[in-house]
């Protein structure tokens, strides 16, 4: 995808541009919304990913204006202010995602890839992982014929974890995916919550810690 | 009277001022006319004996009569009160006035003064003439009655002047303190979230209209450092959050590229921290923006059993390696209009504090119910208790109850969840703290039933 990132911090501009070039795409940055402007008039992206506190124009006016000259690129939202009312208000001026700071760059790519392909995928109703499912309908999960029981939290947090098989979720990331607010014991929570999974999961084991990184679930170790 | 509003206590001043007036004026009114009084009783006292004299003079004039008949010439001012002595110039009594049972000595010449006899005060001339001495005296009773007068005067004067004052000044009062009321009115309409009010300043130059600038220059003083700290909110989330971005992007990249499990290892922790930091930066936001009275809520209907069951869910986590009982009476159904995610703040934060402050093999207890449509939840656990002192600084912020430095945390678990719980209108409050429970409340009205 050919992608505009307009951040006025220079390093993590630099960051989210290294990370989207890894993952396979072309990024442009810039650090102001004039510039952003004038580089959408100009040329014609599949995504803009701007950033709202901007010097001069801020990041909701260049969105305001962007939908007024009819500019269809996707948009994600960089707020500062992780409330709802920054979220409503970018959403309401046309912005088709939204991500609060501090984020994890996975999670960015993450969505990037989401909304490339948001029109062409169905929500999954089942996750499968080897002999695992998860039926998303009422939340039951079997091992082969066996069902297990699971608890709220553990319920969400497999759902994320098998969602991505194979992908590495640093706990950090685990904690902002299952828990909706910031948690003093957060670390230890997912620790925990992990080796519950772990448990009721039982042999041969699906979830793996990845050292020094994080957790994946995959079917070979 | 120290509660008493300002007109009475001006009007009561002024009345008393307005006595001590009347009656400095009475007295002194009465000390002049006593004076002036005297003066004609001696001129009176004067003129008597110069009549006396000129009989006396008749008398001797005429060999015929004897000093028997001294009696004759001086009844009829004997008669008059008067006390009249005569005595000839080697002393011989000729003639002592029946109100006079014995004969005035006199102590030296003095023309007029005043004596005191048989209880009664009189008034004493003493004359000389032709060898003969005439000492002539009247009671002073009479001008006594002036003093009498007067007092019998203040005795109506006073309660009308009381009266009149006191009418008078609280309408004076009443009229000097009108501005200061509409100063108080104006005053309390200005708010945080109308903080651009102002009093209006009347045309006149007095010390009211300086008064209102004082004020009015305070309250821009005001508006602008709430501004500030509004602000402060707003730049402080964006200069404190980006930066955090930029770490933990710059971590999580180390992390992805580095191959020595020591770096990986000691990224890993650090992105750890800098969620940490990140934590307690939102925390302190929220603060700031509940301090600046711009704490935004966003109720949403939800229902409050299903959000315990998550919060209960972590309890039961943390609360396992310490072997605490976690048990819960929450009603199935707990229907609830409020900001979602701060009602879980509230409860995870004093959950996490039953935990915390417990003592191994303890026990934690949620309650969760409604009570006239808001609903009611009370935490509470086995522990150490709080001891009395502490317990009126338990919601301050940074402040730790038992001062254990053993136990981590930020001490701001309990401040926020109140400043949490009083934003949607309701409140916490500590119901027991003894040595084996201890018990927190928190009552959540409904949204819409809020005021």
Same mark, same amino acid.
């Given at each position: 995808m050919h992608i505009l990132v307009v951040e006025d911090e220079v390093r993590l501009a630099r960051h989210i541009s290294r990370a989207l070039i890894n993952a396979g795409h072309e990024a442009v940055v810039l650090h102001d919304g004039e510039s952003a402007l004038t580089a959408t008039s100009r040329s014609r992206f599949d995504l803009i990913i701007l950033d709202v506190m901007l010097p001069g124009i801020d990041g909701f006016e260049v969105l305001r204006r962007l939908r007024k000259a009819h500019v269809d690129s996707r948009v994600i939202i960089l707020t500062a202010r992780g409330e709802v009312t920054d979220r409503v208000a970018g959403l309401s001026f046309g912005a088709d995602d939204y991500l609060a700071k501090p984020f994890a760059m996975q999670e960015l790519v993450a969505r990037v890839i989401a909304l490339g392909r948001r029109y062409a995928e169905k929500a999954p109703i089942k996750l499968e992982l080897s002999d695992l499912v998860l039926d998303l309908t009422n939340n039951e999960l079997h091992r082969g014929t066996r069902k297990i029981e699971l608890s709220v939290r553990e319920l969400t947090l497999l759902r994320v974890l098998m969602r991505e098989p194979g992908r590495v979720f640093t706990r950090t990331e685990l904690c902002e995916k299952v828990w909706e607010r910031e948690h003093e014991y957060d670390m230890k929570l997912v620790e925990v919550f992990i080796s519950r999974l772990r448990r009721k999961i039982d042999s041969p084991p699906l979830i793996h810690t990845v050292r020094h990184l994080g957790y994946t679930m995959r079917e070979e170790p | 009277m120290k509660k008493w509003p300002l007109r009475w206590k001006l009007a009561l001043y002024a009345a008393l001022l307005a006595i001590a007036a009347t009656l400095? !004026?009475?007295?002194? #009114?009465? *000390?002049?006319?006593r004076h002036r009084e005297i003066a004609a009783f001696d001129r009176r006292l004067t003129l008597? @004996?110069?009549e006396l004299f000129r009989d006396v003079q008749h008398f001797q004039r005429d060999p015929s009569r004897g000093n028997q008949l001294f009696e004759e010439v001086f009844v009829p001012l004997a008669l008059q009160h008067r006390l009249v002595e005569v005595t000839d110039a080697q002393g011989k009594m000729l003639y002592l006035s029946p109100g006079l049972l014995e004969p005035l000595s006199s102590d030296g010449i003095r023309t007029f003064h005043t004596r005191k006899i048989g209880g009664r005060s009189i008034r004493m001339g003493e004359f000389t003439h032709d060898g003969l001495t005439l000492r002539v005296g009247a009671d002073l009773r009479e001008i006594n009655q002036i003093g009498r007068d007067i007092f019998n005067g203040m005795l109506v004067a006073v309660p009308t002047v009381l009266i009149v004052v006191a009418i008078g000044s609280t309408w004076v009062a009443r009229k000097a303190v009108a501005p200061v009321e509409e100063i108080?009115?104006? &005053?309390a309409q200005i708010t945080a979230q109308r903080l651009d009010q102002r009093l209006p300043v009347p045309p006149t130059h007095d010390e009211i209209a300086g008064l209102i600038e004082v004020l009015n220059a305070a309250f821009e003083r005001l508006q602008r450092s709430f501004e500030q700290s509004a602000r402060f909110s707003a730049d402080a989330s964006h200069h404190l959050k980006t930066p955090i971005a930029v /770490?933990? =992007?710059g971590v999580e990249e180390i992390l992805a590229e580095a191959n020595n499990p020591?770096?990986? @290892? *000691?990224?890993?922790g650090l992105l750890h921290r800098i969620h940490q930091l990140n934590s307690v930066a939102d925390t302190l936001l929220l603060l700031a923006r509940a301090d600046a009275g711009r704490l935004e809520l966003h109720p949403e209907q939800f229902d409050l059993s299903e959000l315990l069951e998550g919060v209960l869910d972590d309890a039961r986590a943390l609360a396992e390696p310490l072997a605490l009982e976690v048990e819960s009476d929450v009603s199935a159904h707990l229907p609830l209009k409020a900001d979602r995610v701060f009602v879980g703040m509230i409860a995870q934060n004093l959950l996490e504090n039953a935990i915390k402050y417990n003592q191994q093999g303890g026990r934690v207890r949620l309650v969760a119910r409604a009570v006239n449509g808001s609903v009611e939840l009370s935490v509470s656990n086995t522990g150490a208790g709080i001891p009395k002192e502490r317990i009126p600084h338990l919601f301050e912020r940074f402040y730790r109850a038992r001062g254990d430095e053993r136990v981590a945390g930020s001490g701001l678990g309990l401040s926020? &969840? $109140?400043? /949490? &719980?009083? @934003?949607? !209108? !309701?409140?916490?409050? /500590?119901?027991? =703290?003894? $040595?084996?429970? #201890?018990?927190l409340n928190v009552s959540l009205p409904q949204a819409d039933q809020r005021g």
């Open positions: - | 400095a !004026g009475a007295a002194t #009114t009465w *000390t002049v006319m008597d @004996a110069h108080r009115k104006a &005053a /770490l933990r =992007a020591r770096i990986q @290892a *000691t990224a890993e926020t &969840a $109140r400043e /949490l &719980a009083r @934003a949607h !209108g !309701g409140d916490i409050s /500590l119901q027991r =703290a003894d $040595r084996s429970w #201890t018990e």
